[in-house]
């Protein structure tokens, strides 16, 4: 059915194309084609048909014109009856029916039918109810065999055109089923089984060769008293069944009832249109890369030209399994272990892997493959195409790429603004962790935001905003102080965003991110302190080096050092050189601009002075700097001044 779906036109149905289906719509369809059971989806005001392979059965010739059509007129002959309960359905309520008889058409042999079905509202992703779930069981076997326990057997067994019979389970001394009995048979059997026998004769006496596998079903059912549902090849009779067997009367007795019917015919027209449609799909296809076929036990006997073309094997390499040295070294033994066991578990195979391709490289490729029936069920012959994928693959890999860009601007702290009348925004998760907000501030107006900027910036920061805004440009970018709501900290933050505007100019959206450089800046910063120093120490190196004495080179020492430090007051204080031989203005550099201290003009700053002396030579007669520190001045008003 998966096949048929995509083989019908659906634009000419009311349900318009498959892109064009609500997902829910869509998630029920896959729900149903992956059911064993039989499953029906009617969908819409007029419940279009859609339904799985187990459902096929129940339709009988109506499949497959049916798919697509309105239930009314898959069902005109019970539409007067179900009517009513679809309009249940339609309005929210479920149903459920157990052993409802129904009279369906177009199933040859069966004018009577029972079922056990529910029928199940499906929600649009609106919550309305778009069409109906219907599960179905038939319990048409289970019904008849009852009736006919009941007394009715007779009277059953002619309006049925399947054979009927009780038999009774012959088992060895190791409990073994090796036979059965036969107890009563319907006027059908006959013609069904292909053989004549009478009541009390064993099967052994007709086929002495009958399968184990009969056996040893019919006795699983005795023991168990568990019902099973088989199709299978009696060799005996060169027949293919398909059977319904259940256990009767009391357990002891060993009595098995079975209701069976030839399908030899259907299954050779099953296996032939299967044969049919998988050699159209898959050995027609132009735009396959190669097609080929292979033995039921999956080796290459046979010459593919398309596949030698494009892998430029020869005859001999081809053959066997050497098809698997074409295939990329990396991707070889996944290769050959998804070939194996499909032909294993005689499944479908739907694989990619990179294929040596016509001009030399490696392109990716889908491989698809089928296992072809015979009649009697047996795999005769594997069927399969490569389709170049290679397109696709590159697709992908741009689109994940895409997607890693799109998760790493969502991880820098993703904005949308909305300008149309008051300015509010949307904030992603990581831009409330970037700014201290609580996770249920997504939202926030204009207000909110400017109060969270520094004091020294809102106002910078604003005329930014609202120039980009009324311009004409597609940009916005900004770079400002915020002061995080959960802890106080300043962080520096770049706004990068794009304008959308109206066809009038107008802008309507900011999208983009907020990026924290408060790292970038503090480097930044560290950076300009250095170049700054380094200037001024070279400009200082410059004017004491123009200076005949040590007088001169101090009075301009203490004038530029207080100028650049800004102090209030800077005095000096100079000693001998050791005669080490290097020039006097080396020393003062190697002591560090010049021994330093602040001037206090008060007695306690005297006093204060006579102790900083002391380290102030200490610190000279080593030649290292004086540590820096912060004291007040003593007349009023205080004032703090550091050295």
């Not at 006959?190 to 009541?199: L, M, N, V, Y």
């Not at 915020?482 to 770049?494: C, F, P, T």
């Not at 006097?584 to 204060?608: D, E, K, M, Q, Y």
């Amino acid at each position: 059915m998966v096949d048929r779906f995509r083989a019908l036109d659906w634009s000419l149905t009311p349900l318009g194309p498959i892109q064009a289906w609500p997902q829910s719509l869509r998630t029920a369809v896959d729900i149903m084609l992956a059911s064993v059971q039989p499953v029906h989806i009617g969908w819409g005001p007029d419940l279009v048909s859609l339904y799985n392979d187990g459902y096929i059965p129940i339709l009988g010739s109506k499949h497959p014109a049916c798919l697509g059509l309105p239930y009314r007129d898959v069902r005109p002959e019970i539409w007067g009856d179900f009517q009513p309960i679809a309009a249940a359905v339609m309005a929210g309520e479920s149903r459920i029916f157990v052993d409802q008889p129904v009279t369906l058409t177009d199933r040859p042999g069966r004018p009577a039918s029972w079922f056990t079905f529910s029928w199940t509202p499906l929600r649009t992703e609106s919550g309305s109810v778009g069409g109906i779930y219907g599960v179905a069981t038939e319990t048409t076997e289970r019904i008849l065999a009852e009736r006919a326990l009941e007394g009715n057997f007779n009277a059953l067994s002619k309006s049925i055109d399947e054979g009927f019979c009780i038999i009774e389970m012959l088992f060895d001394d190791r409990g073994r089923p090796f036979d059965y009995r036969f107890v009563e048979m319907n006027p059908i059997f006959e013609k069904q089984a292909g053989f004549t026998i009478a009541p009390g004769q064993r099967i052994s006496e007709i086929a002495p060769d009958h399968e184990q596998v009969w056996f040893d079903t019919y006795g699983r059912v005795a023991l168990t008293g568990q019902p099973e549902r088989f199709e299978h090849w009696a060799e005996a009779f060169g027949v293919f069944y398909d059977v319904y067997a259940f256990r009767v009367d009391a357990p002891e007795q060993r009595r098995v009832a079975v209701l069976f019917r030839d399908i030899t015919e259907r299954r050779r027209t099953e296996a032939a249109l299967r044969e049919s449609e998988a050699r159209q799909r898959l050995l027609i296809d132009s735009w396959a890369q190669a097609v080929w076929e292979t033995d039921g036990s999956g080796v290459v006997i046979a010459d593919s030209p398309s596949w030698r073309a494009y892998t430029g094997q020869t005859l001999e390499e081809w053959l066997g399994y050497g098809w698997l040295n074409a295939i990329h070294p990396d991707d070889r033994a996944y290769a050959e272990h998804q070939w194996r066991e499909a032909v294993a578990a005689r499944g479908k195979v739907d694989a990619e892997f990179r294929l040596r391709s016509p001009g030399g490289g490696w392109r990716w490729t889908n491989v698809r493959a089928a296992p072809v029936l015979d009649a009697r069920g047996r795999v005769e012959k594997w069927a399969g195409m490569n389709i170049d994928i290679d397109a696709r693959k590159q697709a992908e890999a741009a689109l994940r790429e895409r997607e890693t860009d799109l998760a790493r601007v969502q991880r820098i702290g993703g904005i949308d603004i909305r300008i149309a009348g008051d300015i509010t925004s949307f904030r992603s998760p990581e831009y409330l962790r970037l700014h201290g907000l609580p996770d249920d501030a997504v939202n926030e107006t204009h207000q909110d935001w400017l109060r969270r900027v520094h004091p020294e910036d809102r106002a910078r920061a604003e005329e930014a905003l609202f120039t980009a805004l009324k311009g004409t440009g597609s940009t916005y970018e900004s770079e400002y102080r915020i002061i995080r709501l959960s802890d106080g900290h300043v962080r520096w933050i770049q706004a990068r965003a794009d304008i959308e505007r109206g066809s009038d100019g107008q802008p309507l959206r900011l999208v983009g991110a907020h990026v924290d450089v408060t790292a970038q800046k503090e480097v930044q910063r560290r950076l300009h302190e250095s170049e700054e120093r380094q200037s001024f120490l070279l400009d200082l190196s410059d004017a004491m080096r123009a200076q005949d004495g040590s007088r001169e080179v101090g009075e301009v020492a203490v004038r530029m050092l207080a100028e650049h430090m800004a102090c209030i007051a800077v005095t000096s204080a100079s000693w001998l050189p050791r005669r080490t031989g290097r020039p006097f203005w080396w020393r003062i550099a190697r002591a560090a601009f010049l021994p330093l201290w602040v001037t206090i003009n008060s007695p306690t700053g005297r006093n204060w002075c006579g102790a900083l002396e002391t380290r102030w030579l200490s610190a000279m007669s080593r030649e290292s700097p004086v540590s820096r520190h912060k004291t007040r001045l003593h007349s009023p008003p205080w004032k703090w001044v550091r050295f």
